[in-house]
């Protein structure tokens, strides 16, 4: 909590710096370690005469979202899909822009080892808001009446690691037309029953056993803080990450004909054919989503794909969101006749 006293306190002189909004949005995980860590930031936050919107519970999407949807920077307390011991810190300006090693973590960094300065400003306000029901509205919102009036109805497996995605995928599923299966939904920082990183093949086994026990349509894995999402087929096969880039391209293609869409380094070669074929422009970045995100704010990219399980949309002020590309394979498999 000192560090983190510290850190909000540096990150606020950062903001000023950088004459950005001078309100942080702060979100928090499931660890057990989040809430004492987020109100010493919040309070870091105070002491530098900025305002602190603490918006509890949430996914890193969901803290993106509240970060675009207000227009302020954020700060989200997560270690992702790391063991339970662990906890760390996203950091974004307004609009969910990424904060890099060379656009403004090293200048953070040297902040805290300056030290905090007792600020001349007063106290800045620290205020809860519950933005999870305009986090759902806005992501069903990017698909019309598409998926809340989809006629085939899936059964779908949603192992959530007892991350995040217990919290937001009951509010997001039960506006859909699907039989939901959960996995772990309890929400539980010391991941009682696999790590919460579904890149790890033994920690989709009990997916991929539910969805064939269950005879469903898809599986759905999220990791711990839910900003990457990974596919289990029909069979219990997991879905490449490059399948399901070259599916969303596809489909955002559609929408925007000739577009830019990002794929990153270690892609299957299929992606940048697939991007092409349907009259897109193939990008290649480096891996690390603040690379992605700057190329696609340079490009114009409607959409970014890495075969790591994170996707970015420029609808979602091209920020990553597991739970939007699990939608969009939701949005194509309803409307098809066909298995994933």
């Not at 995980?29 to 530098?48: E, H, I, K, N």
């Not at 040297?110 to 999870?132: A, F, H």
């Not at 991941?191 to 991929?208: K, R, S, T």
């Amino acid at each position: 909590p000192d560090f983190t006293f510290a850190l909000g306190a540096s990150f606020a002189r950062f903001l000023a710096e950088e004459r950005e909004p001078a309100t942080v949005i702060i979100g928090e995980d499931m660890r057990p370690s989040s809430p004492l860590l987020a109100q010493a930031f919040a309070d870091g936050v105070s002491s530098q005469g900025f305002d602190a919107i603490r918006i509890g519970l949430a996914s890193t999407d969901m803290t993106y979202f509240a970060s675009g949807k207000l227009n302020l920077p954020g700060a989200m307390f997560t270690a992702s899909h790391n063991p339970a011991e662990y906890n760390g810190i996203k950091l974004c300006k307004s609009a969910a822009r990424p904060i890099g090693q060379e656009t403004g973590l090293r200048r953070i960094r040297d902040l805290v080892i300056e030290g905090v300065p007792i600020s001349t400003r007063s106290m800045g306000k620290v205020t809860e808001r519950d933005m999870l029901t305009e986090y759902v509205d806005f992501l069903l919102g990017i698909f019309g009446d598409e998926l809340t009036l989809a006629k085939r109805r899936l059964t779908v497996v949603i192992d959530a690691g007892n991350g995040m995605a217990g919290h937001t995928a009951p509010a997001v599923m039960e506006r859909l037309n699907v039989d939901v299966v959960p996995l772990y939904f309890e929400l539980d920082g010391t991941f009682p029953n696999h790590e919460a990183n579904p890149i790890d093949p033994a920690n989709v086994a009990d997916l991929q056993r539910a969805v064939i026990e269950k005879k469903a349509d898809i599986g759905l894995a999220f990791d711990g803080d839910a900003d990457r999402c990974f596919l289990i087929d029909e069979t219990g096969a997991m879905v490449t990450p490059s399948a399901l880039t070259a599916l969303i391209a596809v489909r955002e293609l559609k929408r925007k004909p000739g577009a830019p869409v990002i794929y990153n380094l270690i892609s299957s070669k299929a992606v940048p054919e697939v991007i092409a074929e349907n009259g897109g422009k193939p990008i290649r970045s480096r891996v690390g989503h603040s690379y992605i995100k700057a190329m696609m704010a340079e490009t114009g990219a409607v959409f970014g794909g890495e075969h790591s399980g994170h996707f970015y949309f420029s609808d979602f002020w091209r920020a990553d969101s597991g739970m939007l590309a699990a939608l969009f394979a939701l949005a194509e498999l309803s409307g098809s006749e066909k298995t994933l």
